[in-house]
Structure formats: C-alpha cells, structure tokens
Antibody, heavy 118, light 108 residues
Framework: EVQLVESGGGSVQPGRSLRLSCTGS????????MTWVRQAPGKGLEWVGF??????????EYAASVKGRFTISRDDSKSIVYLRMNSLKNEDTAVYYC?????????WGQGTLVTVSS | QSALTQPASVSGSPGQSITISCTGASSDLGNYVSWYQQHPGKAPKLMIFDVTDRPSGISDRFSGSKSANTASLTISGLQAEDEADYYCSSYTTNITRVFGGGTRVTLL
C-alpha cells in the first residue's frame, strides 16, 4: 500500500523559513516524480511545484507564486521529498500536500498545516 | 485566478448523471487532464488521469472526456458519497500544472 506522510508544518512568522518533509513507502520512490500542492483555508487546490525522478533529470519546476522562495529536493535513499520555504508570507498559510507523480497526483499524503502569522 | 474554469456548484438527484466542465486555454488543456475528489477535511483523491483513464479501484460511474478547450467529468448514478468538491488539473505547455477553482457537488 502506497503511503505518503508529510511533516514539518507549524506556525512561523512572516519572513522566516520552514522545511517540510514527505516520506513515501509502498512503492519504488526513486522511480517517481513528486509534487507539492497546497490549500489555503477554505480555498481550492494550488500547485506549488514538482521534482522529476532522477532518471528523468531530477529537476524541479515551480509555480510563479513561489519561484525564488521555495526549493524542492529529494533524497531517494531515504524516500523523502523536501519543500524548503524561505521568506514566508501570510498568504503561504495553507495545508501542504505531497503527491506521487508529476502529470497527475496518484497518491496523496494527509497534509501538514503551515500558518504564517506575526 | 485559476487558469482552468469550473462551475462553482453542480447538483443532481440520486441516480441521476451530472457533468462538471473544466475550461482553459488551448495551451493549458492538453492530454494530461486529471480530476480529483475531495471530501471535507480529507486529502484529494485521484478519480481520472490522462483525460479518460481511471485508476484502479475507481468506480466506472466516473468518466472523463475532452473536446477542444473543455474537459469534463461525468458522474453517473449519483450517490450520497459522491457529495464532495471536485477539481480538474492539467499539465501545461509551460511545464507547470494548474488546478481549476473547484466544483461542489451536492445531492438534491
């Protein structure tokens, strides 16, 4: 059974940084691209970015709203994908989900809440 | 503002069929359209990928299609558990993904 577990969320002040982790199990992690999606309270889904599998270049892509502030990386030896978030803004407050796949999200974690507030 | 446009709500009676539309620019709506179901407080769940394909375990009451710049999700034989929010998504020519604004499905 595929499982994705996000961690690292919490409350942070504007301008600070936070790193989220997503640990995968039940599948060959290195074979898949991984995606981050967020959902602000009461709002819809927003694509944050993805990272391709290392056999497919391992490169990331980002939404315009986070480009230059967020960085996605992966450690296939640990089956973890990371989302490093710098210069956080109030509007980054959301539940952050990781999902397996880049063209579509085949499996999803339960999400981790990030609250940016002074 | 979402690059993909969905109706805010769609409703139907139990047993009926409903269709949710997802409209975008030609550069936004390619062959990698996917649909997600989300119940309150839960993670999204993939219902359709690559426009028409269903993941294993998804009921054949759910079907996807696309014509020109509009993709559609049809739910046949509407059931109580189908009440949820539905989102379309597409992989764009700009090598990004976009989501629609979401559609709330309610049973009458």
């Amino acid at each position: 059974e595929v499982q994705l577990v996000e961690s690292g969320g919490g409350s942070v002040q504007p301008g600070r940084s936070l790193r989220l982790s997503c640990t995968g199990s039940g599948f060959t992690f290195g074979d898949y691209g991984m995606t981050w999606v967020r959902q602000a309270p009461g709002k819809g889904l927003e694509w944050v970015g993805f990272i391709r599998s290392n056999t497919n270049s391992g490169t990331p892509e980002y939404a315009a709203s986070v480009k230059g502030r967020f960085t996605i990386s992966r450690d296939d030896s640990k089956s973890i994908v990371y989302l490093r978030m710098n210069s956080l803004k109030n509007e980054d407050t959301a539940v952050y989900y990781c999902s397996r796949g880049t063209l579509a999200g085949f499996d999803w974690g339960q999400g981790t809440l990030v609250t940016v507030s002074s | 503002q979402s690059a993909l446009t969905q109706p805010a709500s769609v409703s139907g009676s139990p047993g009926q069929s409903i269709t949710i539309s997802c409209t975008g620019a030609s550069s936004d709506l390619g062959n990698y359209v996917s649909w997600y179901q989300q119940h309150p407080g839960k993670a999204p769940k993939l219902m359709i990928f690559d426009v028409t394909d269903r993941p294993s375990g998804i009921s054949d009451r759910f079907s996807g299609s696309k014509s020109a710049n509009t993709a559609s999700l049809t739910i046949s034989g509407l059931q109580a558990e189908d009440e949820a929010d539905y989102y379309c998504s597409s992989y764009t020519t700009n090598i990004t993904r976009v989501f629609g604004g979401g559609t709330r499905v309610t049973l009458l």
